[in-house]
């Protein structure tokens, strides 16, 4: 059958929203056959190919959805899921969905705020990357190959294992996958340092829209340029990121201290904005806003709450130092100060008590129902300002905000080095982040209309025109494409909102390298359109 056939006919079903199990049979029996024309074995082919007449199809697609909203019955799902064992693998899989024109969702950790690594509005197919997990460390030479499927648990275990000396500036979530971390931008405690993941990265190996594999070299640095940071997804399928490591001292310092309302918590705040972004570079303090509810006086009282948590590359008496001469409002005490090695700093930010084994990074397992957006803070937010958004965290009850502060080495890294523009004029970034365990959407509106009543509230204190946010918290509220169209005034509108002026750069880039706009998906970069803009 015709590829074009084949997809109208999947168009007509689904619009029943009644995949037949014998157009089921022909969806799978065709990518199949694909697959064998690729060279890959037949046994090979029926180990990794599954449609939902497959009956282990539910647990594969399930064991990567880490945002349980896209975890219920009305969800779209794949009518295909590959799980590569093998680059050639991955070479053949975009080359048959190619061919049956469906749209391909590439999945390396699956931790992506909306889901779109896992879920489409149109039919689809999942590549799932977690099998190309392997992780080759060189300390001698500093630098690491990873493939993407590998979790940044993983990653920074095979670095611990080999040295106490060395490091690589990525997010504290152990669970993410390097695939969509890296090609996103991802960052860590570290990045005031030595800059974002991006900043570190030497080479790659990917996937292109022809199926053919290449290196930095045989890509170009236009390419190049484009995957860190400015989401994969929209250009290849990255197999792999050749990363350069950074130094540690055997001893850093971390500390997590509260601060309520009766410790004059705005106060506080104010004063964490003036010094966040300049203080030591060794420092990164992070503050989580969150409603506390306390028995004052025998009374339940619900109030705000600052958590300050902090890692500074250097050992107590250097951090308490820094913190008299800067930030002593703070009044960060000598028994605040926790003395470990970077390994064991990063259990901390996942929240292990103290002595929990290094093996515990290992654990890939994460489930929540969750909503997150950004934002990005140029100028200190005034006092009313500040309790002004106090006040209504308090109201709402359940939203927190996480602010992590920049400057440092993102100061120095030009706007245009990398896909990601948020650099020096920044002096913090905000993560509005609600959790929450009750099933059902009634729980989900509730909840994600929250976020949104902040997001506005904080409108006049944040950065505008464009309102800039964070690829790797992905927000399908800023913008999106219709049913992976991806046309340019659309893409536009986000686009600039994520990448600033090197969205045009992506632009040319995606244009050049996949004309055909076969790498899409909701937030994807558009190509050229055929009129001159
Ligand atoms: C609990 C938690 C904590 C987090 N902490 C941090 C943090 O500290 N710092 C930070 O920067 N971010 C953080 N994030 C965000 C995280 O970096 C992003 O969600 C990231 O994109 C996830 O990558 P993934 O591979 O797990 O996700 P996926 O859902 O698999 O992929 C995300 C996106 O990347 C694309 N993609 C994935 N793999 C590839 C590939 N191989 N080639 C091309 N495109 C690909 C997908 O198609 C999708 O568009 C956190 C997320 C969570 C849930
Ligand atoms: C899925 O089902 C097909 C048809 O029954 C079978 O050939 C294939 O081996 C199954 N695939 C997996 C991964 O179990
Ligand atoms: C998804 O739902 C199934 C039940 O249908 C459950 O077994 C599984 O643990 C859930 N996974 C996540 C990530 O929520
Ligand atoms: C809070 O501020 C008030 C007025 O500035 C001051 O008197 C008080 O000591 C402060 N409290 C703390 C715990 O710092
Ligand atoms: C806020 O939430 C907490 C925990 O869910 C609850 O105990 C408290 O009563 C709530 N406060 C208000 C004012 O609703």
């Known amino acids: 059958m015709l590829p074009s056939l084949l997809l109208l006919l999947l168009l007509f079903l689904s619009a029943f929203n009644s995949l037949t199990s014998a157009a089921s049979d022909l969806v799978f029996d065709n990518f199949a056959h694909c697959l064998a024309g690729k060279g890959i074995p037949d046994d090979q082919i029926s180990s990794i190919l599954y449609s939902p007449i497959n009956a282990s199809y539910t647990s594969v697609l399930q064991a990567y959805i880490r945002n349980r909203r896209f975890n219920t019955s009305t969800t779209p799902k794949p009518l295909l899921i590959v799980t590569a064992l093998e680059?050639?693998?991955?070479?053949?899989?975009?080359?048959?969905?190619?061919?049956?024109?469906?749209?391909?969702?590439?999945?390396?950790?699956?931790?992506?705020?909306?889901?779109?690594?896992?879920?489409?509005?149109?039919?689809?197919?999942?590549?799932?990357?977690?099998?190309?997990?392997?992780?080759?460390?060189?300390?001698?030479?500093?630098?690491?190959w990873v493939q993407v499927g590998a979790t940044l648990g993983e990653l920074y275990y095979r670095i611990w294992e080999k040295s106490k000396a060395h490091a690589f500036p990525a997010g504290v979530c152990r669970s993410v996958g390097v695939g969509g971390h890296i090609s996103g931008g991802g960052y860590g405690p570290m990045l005031r340092k030595y800059g974002l993941t991006v900043d570190n990265v030497v080479d790659a190996r990917i996937v292109d829209v022809k199926g053919r594999i290449l290196d930095r070299e045989a890509m170009g640095e236009d390419l190049f340029w484009a995957i860190r940071g400015g989401g994969g997804a929209s250009f290849c399928v990255v197999l792999a990121y050749k990363i350069k490591l950074v130094r540690v001292p055997e001893i850093v310092t971390f500390f997590r201290i509260v601060r309520t309302m009766e410790e004059n918590v705005t106060d506080l705040v104010y004063s964490w904005q003036q010094v966040a972004n300049t203080i030591d570079n060794d420092l990164f303090i992070r503050v989580l806003v969150q409603p506390v509810t306390e028995q004052i006086n025998g009374q339940s009282q619900t109030t705000i709450g600052a958590t300050f948590i902090a890692l500074f590359l250097g050992d107590a008496d250097g951090l308490l130092s820094v913190m008299n001469g800067r930030f002593s409002e703070l009044g960060l005490k000598?028994?605040?100060?926790?003395?470990?090695?970077?390994?064991?700093?990063?259990?901390r930010w996942e929240g292990y008590a103290s002595g929990t084994p290094m093996e515990a990074i290992l654990d890939k397992t994460y489930a929540n129902f969750a909503k997150r957006k950004s934002d990005y803070v140029q100028n200190p937010i005034p006092r009313h300002g500040l309790a002004s958004i106090f006040k209504k965290v308090i109201e709402l009850n359940k939203t927190v905000l996480e602010f992590n502060p920049y400057g440092g080495r993102m100061s120095e890294i030009p706007e245009s080095q990398t896909p990601f523009p948020h650099r020096s004029e920044i002096i913090f970034k905000i993560e509005y982040?609600?959790?929450?365990?009750?099933?059902?959407?009634?729980?989900?509106?509730?909840?994600?209309?929250?976020t949104r009543v902040l997001y506005s509230l904080m409108t006049p204190f944040v950065s505008k025109n464009p309102r800039q946010a964070f690829l790797n918290y992905r927000d399908l509220d800023i913008g999106t494409t219709d049913n992976?169209?991806?046309?340019?005034?659309?893409?536009?509108?986000?686009g600039l909102k994520y990448f600033k002026n090197n969205f045009y750069r992506l632009v040319k880039v995606k244009t050049m390298i996949d004309p055909e706009n076969f790498f899409r998906n909701e937030q994807s970069i558009p190509t050229r359109p055929l009129r001159p803009f």
């Open 433 to 450: 982040l609600v959790i929450w365990q009750e099933e059902g959407p009634r729980f989900a509106k509730k909840y994600i209309e929250q």
């Open 334 to 347: 000598k028994q605040d100060c926790l003395e470990m090695s970077w390994g064991e700093s990063l259990l």
């Open 87 to 144: 680059e050639y693998h991955v070479q053949a899989a975009v080359l048959c969905t190619k061919r049956t024109g469906l749209e391909l969702k590439i999945r390396s950790g699956g931790h992506d705020f909306e889901g779109i690594s896992y879920v489409s509005s149109v039919p689809f197919v999942i590549l799932d990357m977690f099998h190309l997990s392997s992780i080759h460390v060189d300390i001698e030479n500093e630098i690491s």
């Open 484 to 494: 992976g169209k991806n046309s340019y005034n659309e893409g536009r509108v986000y």
